[in-house]
């Protein structure tokens, strides 16, 4: 199976980041990526200031059955891809993710991690779980939420051998660095990725926005990551898609041959966790 990660800048513009992500699609799919994973809000930009965002203007809201979801799914074709968006649901704005292929919607998911000020743009999500897709059983997360280990644990509990974390996640705004490499958040985001990855013996794919939005600068850093917490590829700083060819189902049986994370655990000294592996905490 062919996995591609994408760093790159989208803004507002729904007519624009559409195209873009209908462009970014063909490009994938004449090179046989099976399992495409965009940035979070790609759909409609993300936020210009993160400890007291303007709610006079906020991303556009979108529905998960509405027409630019169903655009997205259309330009899919037999690809399994993930994009987030800002979404209405019941009177209620979440940041969003959601899979989907030329059947249709495969899996949501509602951010429930929120740092600084994002709770007054957004409400949270209550919980995480894997489904089922035609490249396997997968999780997803959006940005701060891979900062919690029990996220990513928890879905692969749930069974998946994948987990896309969808990312618009800036430098840091209160001690930048001169260079993107150099900053401190810089330095997170790749370790987050490479320890949600090899604690759970998963592959990660991790997307990034990239550019500026209002006061925040975002990192790019796409990239996919093997089960041992190996980055495979990656797009460092710069806008574009990480790459690999790889069997999961193979790299993480080889994985867990000695040493399986999951089954090891000591479920009886911890707190308030799942206990069997394939299953989520009622």
């Not at 990513?152 to 001690?175: F, K, N, Y």
Request: charged letters at 20%.
């Amino acid at each position: 199976m062919t996995i591609g990660a994408v760093a790159a800048h989208f803004g507002r513009d729904l007519d624009r980041g559409l195209s873009k992500i209908r462009t970014i699609i063909a490009g994938a799919a004449r090179d046989g990526v099976d399992l495409l994973v965009l940035p979070d809000a790609a759909l409609g930009g993300y936020l210009g200031d993160l400890r007291s965002p303007d709610v006079t203007a906020l991303p556009p809201t979108l529905r998960v059955d509405g027409p630019e979801i169903a655009m997205v799914a259309a330009a899919a074709g037999p690809m399994t891809v993930c994009v987030g968006y800002a979404e209405e649901a019941d009177g209620r704005r979440f940041n969003s993710a959601v899979c989907v292929s030329g059947d249709g919607v495969l899996g949501t998911h509602r951010k429930v991690h929120q740092p600084a000020g994002e709770s007054i743009a957004y409400d949270a999500g209550d919980g995480f779980e894997a489904f089922d897709t035609p490249v396997g059983r997968m999780g997803m997360l959006i940005d701060y939420d891979k900062t919690f280990p029990e996220a990513a644990r928890t879905v692969a509990l749930d069974g998946a051998h994948v987990i896309a974390a969808l990312s618009a996640w800036p430098a840091s705004v209160t001690d930048r660095a001169s260079r993107l490499p150099a900053d401190r958040q810089s330095r997170l985001f790749d370790l987050y990725d490479a320890a949600r990855a090899a604690e759970n013996q998963v592959v990660l794919v991790s997307s990034n926005q990239t550019g500026v939005m209002g006061s925040l600068r975002f990192l790019g850093q796409a990239k996919v990551v093997g089960p041992g917490g190996e980055i495979l590829a990656t797009t460092r700083s710069k806008g574009g898609m990480a790459r690999v060819t790889m069997d999961i189902s193979a790299e993480i049986a080889r994985s867990r041959r000695v040493l399986d994370h999951l089954a090891e655990r000591r479920v009886e000294t911890y707190a308030d966790v799942p206990s069997v592996p394939g299953t989520c905490a009622p």
